[in-house]
């Protein structure tokens, strides 16, 4: 960290407070791809090289996505500290790692904002990977949760029974392809399972195995991890794709802020989400899902919804401190 106290508009807390928040996004494997620049009243949320997928992310999709759910976890934390907030995605040409400059305008520390009341579920979503109740969701709460994602630029398209059929024989031949790519198994053994103090996915939060097939994407797979258990799953989860209207750097930036206003309006009801994106980070398995959300829609995560048997483990961050390279 490089701090310069000439003059900074905002204070230790509130330094503390937005990039905590920021820190606790989701993204793939909990590898945590973002650094911070903090210049009086602007935020910029920045690619760190260092925690990149190139076996299993090649193109940078699913890292900028979880780029685009830090810096909106960044955007709720700055309305419940009473600040405006605009921003612009890839702000510089001549700093491509900027991925997201955030400014904080006029401060109303007494003005309650939509997406503010969502600071409360900042730090209790998780990830859950585990097996879903048969618990209907209300169709009220499904609709928030897509409008949500509609906010920030992205669709949330349930799939009918025909279509979540069809996906699954997609997500089954991801599977398979998993299992027999050493590159990716190589890569991802550095930050899936055991203890983890920092980043990556310990075993506690990988779920129990499933018993028979199911609909769930099992982190671990190439490996045996001896601290899981089994369980028996749902058959026939909720499933949505996300999507945006361009697949670009910006379409992934709008997804992943799409991704975190959808999750925390999906935790204020409950509802636990995990990822099946599998299907998605095999071009050839993509272009089936793309059939299933039809031209001019680009599918960008599968996320299955419910309400949890259980409860989700927590996996570690690291110390917004160790994030910000600049602060001036
Ligand atoms: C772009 C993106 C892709 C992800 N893909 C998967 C996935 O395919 N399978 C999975 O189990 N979790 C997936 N995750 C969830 C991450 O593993 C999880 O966010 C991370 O471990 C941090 O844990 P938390 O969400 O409980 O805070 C993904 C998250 C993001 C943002």
Redesign the pocket.
């Known amino acids: 960290m490089v701090i310069q106290h000439d003059n900074p508009l905002l204070s230790h807390d509130e330094v503390g407070i937005l990039l905590s928040a920021a820190g606790?996004?989701?993204?793939?494997?909990?590898t945590q791809p973002w650094r911070f620049e903090v210049t009086g009243s602007v935020i910029d949320v920045l690619l760190d090289e260092d925690r990149t997928l190139p076996a299993e992310d090649p193109s940078g999709r699913?890292t900028r996505?979880?780029l685009g759910?830090a810096a909106f976890n960044l955007r709720v934390a700055a309305a419940t500290l009473g600040y405006e907030t605009t921003l612009a995605i890839d702000p510089d040409p001549d700093r491509p790692d900027i991925a997201v400059r955030i400014f904080l305008g006029a401060r109303h520390p007494s003005r309650n904002s939509p997406i503010g009341a969502l600071y409360s579920q900042l730090h209790r979503?998780?990830?859950y990977?585990g097996p879903l109740v048969t618990t209907q969701i209300p169709a009220t709460v499904l609709d928030q949760i897509t409008a949500a994602a509609r906010c920030e630029g992205g669709e949330l398209r349930w799939l009918d029974a025909a279509a979540r059929y069809k996906l699954g024989s997609t997500l089954q031949a991801a599977d398979d392809l998993e299992l027999h790519n050493e590159d990716r198994l190589t890569e991802r053994s550095r930050w899936i399972g055991g203890d983890r103090a920092h980043e990556g996915?310990p075993s506690a939060?990988l779920g129990p195995l499933p018993t028979q097939p199911a609909a769930v994407?099992d982190?671990s797979a190439g490996y045996d991890d001896p601290a899981r258990d089994s369980s028996a799953f749902e058959t026939d989860p909720l499933i949505a794709i996300l999507t945006t209207g361009a697949d670009d750097q910006v379409g992934w930036t709008r997804a992943?802020m799409a991704?975190q206003h959808s999750l925390l309006t999906a935790t204020s009801y409950d509802v636990a989400v995990?990822?099946?994106?599998?299907a998605i980070e095999y071009a050839v398995l993509r272009s089936q899902v793309h059939e299933l959300v039809g031209h001019g829609a680009w599918p960008q995560?599968i996320l299955r919804a419910g309400y949890p048997a259980g409860s989700?483990a927590?996996?570690p961050r690291r110390s917004w401190h160790d994030t910000l390279d600049i602060w001036q």
């Open positions: 606790a996004a989701p993204s793939m494997h909990n699913m996505i979880g759910a979503r998780r990830t990977r996915v939060a994407r982190l992943g991704l995990s990822f099946l994106n599998q995560l989700a927590e996996t």
